[in-house]
Nanobody, 125 residues
Framework: QVQLLESGGGSVHPGGSLRLSCLAS????????MGWFRQPPGKEREFVAA????????YYADSVKGRFTISRDNRKNTLYLQMNSLKVEDTAVYYC??????????????????WGQGTQVTVSS
């Protein structure tokens, strides 16, 4: 059973940067691909980025490609999301998630079994 805890959210101006972290415990972190999702206010949860267990494969939503970078440190059981050139439309609660271990890297939220509690990111002028 994997427990996930996000941190690093906050309030920034448009054009600013934030780095989110997700600390995993209770399972074999390096056996799981990982993903970041977000839920903007009044909208449904949406895919942001995903990475394979090794970090060798990464996938991004078109809306964040070129601005966000997903990475992981398996020695520290930690997943990261570096967010640059933030826009007002990036405002959302951000969640890290893990699918079952030893499976693929997915973009679909329904394929993820483990979720963190979320961290708020607010971008406003």
């Amino acid at each position: 059973q994997v427990q996930l805890l996000e941190s690093g959210g906050g309030s920034v101006h448009p054009g600013g940067s934030l780095r989110l972290s997700c600390l995993a415990s209770g399972g074999s972190f390096s056996s799981h691909s990982m993903g970041w999702f977000r839920q903007p206010p009044g909208k449904e949860r949406e895919f942001v980025a995903a990475t394979s267990w090794s970090g060798g494969e990464t996938y991004y939503a078109d809306s964040v490609k070129g601005r966000f970078t997903i990475s992981r440190d398996n020695r520290k059981n930690t997943l990261y999301l570096q967010m640059n050139s933030l826009k007002v439309e990036d405002t959302a609660v951000y969640y890290c998630a893990a699918p079952p271990k030893d499976t693929g890297t997915y973009l679909e939220a329904e394929l993820y079994d483990y979720w963190g509690q979320g961290t708020q990111v607010t971008v406003s002028s």
